[in-house]
């Protein structure tokens, strides 16, 4: 029989287990209402699965995670917790979580994830072998994602934590990579050595091999001097390259002769140098492709595959959006104190745009509407163009017969502004524009308008447009 002990300081989420999993028959289900009690309970109930909320009274369940690990390091635990944010997730996979779910949790979901641990725990118990990781103080990544696939994303990135496995991370422009490179690193063990950053893309071809690897003295015309390159500065630590796939072929095998011996030459050397670098790349074209095409080195690219993480566009995750947006907000705002809202109809829009640009399109976008916004909550109208026109399905420039689309504008115009009084105001505009065009004459400004001269010269009296055009 399969024994599992839940840890919830909550009564409604014990009782709930109990619902789920207290019937079956090959399982056992105790209970705990604090990380302390299940601390001292473990040792004699022995589990099979711990599942822990993570915010809890009393020692949170990271920290109980972490003093199992101590006496116990086969356990599989699974963590639940409400704040699906980045850190906790990377903080419960380092810290070896099995897995996390977020509250509040679907049943079959769970039982399903349950049965799957069980199996683990099973086969845990046989291989040996876990080291409980060092504990590391907490870094703020700034990585925005509850959406499952982001969610992915942080377990690899604490999974890989311990690892010196060369990642390959592939996504769109703006998605992303450098933010994950930089998470990668901050959580790694080479975190106090250095980290540099080589955009290949931004480098001459002919230059980039004695960046990466340096030359000695006379090598080509102009090397003056030796030159020590980045993979040489860099022992011990982390290389980022980004847009690996502009990279000439012979730098290319000097890449893969680095990865699979830690040797390399500099440029018109022939003494092989040592260096110990941890190689993250990251690209935003599909590097099978470029395989593909030849361009880029089948070897180098299983090598560089080892851990790949895809980065899903923004579109693909619309669910982010609404977060993505505040944490920008608040990260731009000029007065900590007065943060700016999103109105509804604005974050639909942006909800329901495409992004091409991604994750970085967002924070332009947003950063922009904070200036252009004027009072404490950002409108539609404050939104990029091409966001704003999506929904209304126009350009602003009304032209021809869009009544519609007019009327739609004005709609939204209206509702966020609700001091305003729509028609008038409108009727006021009109009457000022036709009057203005026709050079004061009446007869043909009621014309364009389609109403009488009469019912013209009402509207003048009423909205006493007399002085403003200085017309008789
Ligand atoms: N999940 C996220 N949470 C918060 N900010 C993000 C997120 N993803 C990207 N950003 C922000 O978006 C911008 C673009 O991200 P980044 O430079 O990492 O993209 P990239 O994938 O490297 O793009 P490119 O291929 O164009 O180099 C950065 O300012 C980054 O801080
Ligand atoms: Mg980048």
């Given amino acids: ?138 870094y703020d990544l700034g990585i925005i994602g509850q959406s499952p696939s982001m969610q992915e994303v942080f377990k690899t990135i604490g999974q890989l934590a311990s690892s010196d496995a060369t990642v390959l991370i592939t996504g769109e422009s703006g998605t992303g990579k450098e933010l994950v490179a930089r998470a990668i690193y901050n959580h790694s063990q080479r975190d106090k050595a250095p980290y540099l950053a080589i955009n290949c893309a931004a480098i001459p071809e002919n230059l980039l091999e004695s960046e990466l690897f340096g030359h000695e003295k006379g090598a080509f015309t102009g090397a003056s001097g030796l030159r020590i390159g980045k993979f040489e500065q860099c022992d011990g630590g982390t290389i980022f390259l980004d847009e690996i796939g502009d990279m000439a072929p012979s730098t290319q095998t000097k890449i893969l002769r680095v990865l699979q011996s830690g040797t390399f030459e500099r440029v018109g050397g022939n003494k092989a140098v040592k260096t110990d670098v941890r190689l993250i790349a990251a690209t935003n074209k599909l590097p099978e492709t470029a395989v593909s095409e030849g ?23 619309k669910k982010d959006i609404p977060q993505l947006a505040s944490y920008f907000l608040q990260r731009y705002s000029s007065d900590p104190e007065h943060i700016k809202t999103i109105q509804a109809d604005a974050l639909a829009l942006l909800q329901d745009y495409d992004w091409p640009g991604n994750v970085r399109e967002l924070e332009n976008a947003v950063q922009r509407a904070l200036v252009m916004a004027k009072g404490d909550a950002i409108l539609m109208d404050n939104l990029p163009h091409e966001i704003s026109k999506q929904k209304l399905g126009v350009e602003t420039d009304v032209e021809g017969d869009d009544v519609e689309g007019l009327s739609a504008k004005l709609f939204h115009w209206a509702r966020n502004n609700p001091d305003l009084k729509v028609i008038p105001a409108v009727e006021r505009e009109l009457v000022i524009n036709a009057l203005k065009e026709t050079g004061g004459n009446q007869v043909q400004a009621a014309k364009i308008l389609g109403i009488t001269r009469a019912t013209l010269r009402k509207r003048v009296e009423k909205f006493s447009i007399r002085q403003e055009l200085s017309i008789e």
């Fill in 1 to 138: 029989m399969d024994k599992l002990l839940l840890i919830d300081d909550e009564a409604d989420v014990r009782y709930s287990f109990e619902r789920i999993f207290g019937s079956k028959d090959a399982l056992q289900l105790s209970t705990a209402a604090s990380g302390e009690e299940a601390l001292a309970l473990i040792p004699q109930i022995k589990p099979d699965l711990v599942i822990m909320d993570v915010r809890m009274v009393g020692i949170t369940g990271i920290e109980t995670l972490q003093q199992l690990r101590e006496f116990d390091t086969k356990t599989p635990v699974i963590l639940m917790t409400a704040y699906g944010t980045t850190q906790t997730a990377i903080q419960a996979m380092k810290h070896g979580a099995y897995d996390y779910i977020l509250k509040p949790f679907d049943v079959p979901k769970l039982e399903e994830l349950v049965a799957k641990a069980l199996d683990a725990s099973r086969l845990m118990k046989q291989v040996v072998s876990y080291e409980p990781l060092p504990d590391k103080e907490d």
């Fill in 295 to 317: 361009d880029f080195r089948e070897d180098l690219f299983y090598r560089l595959n080892v851990v790949r993480i895809e980065l899903p566009a923004l579109r693909e995750r």
